[in-house]
């Protein structure tokens, strides 16, 4: 048997196909006062070789999604409805033992504090072996993993030497950096990075996020991008998704999402990030506090801290609709966000 | 006595220009143990000569990487470090001292002055005692006014900082309070004495963005209500440029640079400030960043050798940078300060290589 990650070879890569489909997904946390609704109807694709970003504020569900493509969620969580598609294969069908063999191997995970999960009394180099033993068992013998290691290290901006150190030895970003080449070690197809930089300065975030960047376009991979860092997300990914409360409100091409927000509570949150670059404006301030998914709000779930709200909204719950270019959103009113520019300016 | 708010007008009246806090070689070292009957040899120069002012009602923004000492020179501004060396003179209207000497008693009566606000709202109140022994201890420890008038001033307070109506918040615990609205309680607490100087330590960094531009807008808005000055903590250049008039940038303990916040940002001068702006991520995908590129993370300042503190990461460093003490902060431009030998040389190097680069493209 052949190993396509012999090399770290680049998949052939084509961006109309897609690899991920997540359709109508709908997953709910049972709780002592009741359901908490995390996930409501929430639908996008990941394309191969496309990087996709899915922002919003802590509650808001980004994670839930993240652990739902996993199925990695706690016990107590429940999937209601939906279908995860990779590859056109239902990941909820799956067996425990079918989907750990998924993972690692088709998904990868980096995830916030990963880099404080390394094993302190492991040599981080014999912790990334682990992961070849259980999904190469047979296939490459330990000098073999030995070469692959080391080419992973290389490819992440670490020395080989470090595999044999141990996690105290490193610094965060380093640590991080071998998070990342262990989630690439399987060669998978599709990357989950939640919040991948949240605890990093600035300077070596920006550097792990160029790394992250380039590997993806070397290897040809998809990356699901979780962050609560608008500005972040805006840097590193084709598409874009904004939640809010369990729901996506918005979905589209990057640029376009943040050249013409049309959900109001996307527009919002896009013009509340402080930039250092460009005139220095008036940030807009999202007024209330996000809804209880205990009991969320009946139609659209923004309703009560939107500035447009009817009597339809608080009544019909808005559906996710294509406004041109594979933009999409849900709002009842989308065609008067513009005027907050205007009422902002004021 | 009771506790009455003052206005920015009639505090800077009163000071006749004079800074309200001079730091001059402000020091802070802590030993390294080697054993326990050993005297330390080794020392981490957390905080290493530094040198700033803060006028009445100014914000200074206080930037740098983790490990920096930023969080170091901000206690040591209220009081809750001992720096082991340097000056901290404290001039407020009828007031003058070097905090760094003060004891005792004058501590306690310092703190009506100076108070601070901690970056996590969770952890920075106790989870037993109500919204109103949570602001109002100050005033108990300070023995101000009976508990009927302390009870007024907590609802002056909380109405102050957007929490109303004022009374369903005085008997609630932080438990029931998000963290947006503890975040409020702990501005109401550092302004419960009409201080005239408050040490913010990232105060939004772990709330989400839509509330944190209310804190941020809450803490601009009483700054010029009450003329308080802000020490404003921060690794986010963004936050600071809405938050500050000023920013001195830290390096291992040094400031490397500072000026006025606009030009900071448009003309950044040291290598580093380059670097570190060159390296926030901007809301907008159309822009494009250039890149200013510095070796990996910050190191410890163990027992610093003399020279630069910035000569292992950075790109540009010569000759004189190695052979060199490390370099005063003088002044280049109006306010603006900058701690590096070669400003010039590197601009032009950059100019260069952009011209490079533009060639290319073309």
Known sequence: ?346 | MTVTDTTMSDRSARMNGQPLLEIRDLEMRFPISRGLFRSPTDFVHAVDGINFQIAPGESLGLVGESGCGKSTTGRMLVKLMEPTGGSIVFRDTDYERDVAKLHGSEVKEFRRRAQMIFQDPYESMNPRRTIFDTVSEPMAVQKIGTVPERERRVLELLRLVGLTPPENFLFRYPHELSGGQRQRIAVARALVMNPSFVVADEPTSMLDVSIRISIMELMTKLARELGVSYLYITHDLAVARYMCDRIAVMYLGKIVEMGPTEEILARPQHPYTKALLSAVPVPDPSIRRTPVEIKGGISKAINPPPECRFIERCPFAAEVCRTSPHPPLEERGEQHLVACYRVDEIDRELAAKQRELDARAV
């Open chain 1, 1 to 346: 048997m052949t190993i396509s990650v012999e090399d770290l070879a680049a998949r052939q890569v084509d961006p109309t196909k897609p690899l991920l489909e997540v359709d109508r997904l709908v997953m709910r946390y049972k709780i002592k006062a009741g359901e908490v609704s995390a996930v409501e109807d929430v639908s996008f694709t990941v394309h191969q070789g496309e990087a996709v970003g899915l922002v919003g504020e802590s509650g808001c569900g980004k994670t839930s999604v993240a652990l739902s493509l996993l199925r990695l969620l706690p016990s107590n969580a429940e999937y209601v409805s939906g279908e995860i598609r990779l590859n056109g294969e239902d990941l909820l069908f799956l067996s425990n033992e079918e989907m750990r063999q998924r993972r690692w191997k088709e998904i990868s995970m980096v995830f916030q504090g990963a880099m404080n999960s390394w094993n302190p009394v492991y040599r981080v180099g014999d912790q990334i072996r682990e992961t070849l033993d259980t999904h190469y068992r047979g296939v490459m013998d330990y000098d073999q993993q030995r070469t692959h290691m080391e080419k992973l290290f290389t490819a992440v901006g670490l020395p080989p030497t470090m595999l044999d150190r141990y996690p105290h030895e490193y610094s965060g970003g380093m640590r991080q950096r071998a998070v990342i080449a262990m989630a690439l070690a399987c060669s998978p197809q599709l990357i989950i990075a939640d919040e991948p930089t949240t605890a990093l300065d600035v300077i070596v975030q920006d550097q792990i996020l160029k790394e992250l960047k380039r590997i993806q376009k070397d290897l040809g991979m998809s990356i699901i991008y979780i962050s609560h860092d608008i500005a972040v997300i805006a840097e590193v990914t084709d598409s874009l998704g904004v939640m809010y409360a369990g729901k996506l409100v918005e979905y589209g091409p990057t640029a376009s999402v943040f050249a013409r927000p049309r959900h109001p509570y996307a527009y919002l949150l896009l013009r509340s990030t402080p930039s250092i670059t460009g005139p220095r404006r008036q940030l807009a301030p999202l007024e209330g506090e996000p809804p209880d998914l205990l009991d969320p709000p009946t139609g659209c779930r923004f309703h009560p801290r939107c500035p447009f709200a009817t009597e339809q909204c608080e009544r019909d719950e808005p559906p996710l609709e294509e406004i041109g270019g594979g933009h999409r959103v849900a709002c009842w009113h989308h065609d008067q966000v513009p005027e907050l520019e205007g009422a902002l300016q004021r």
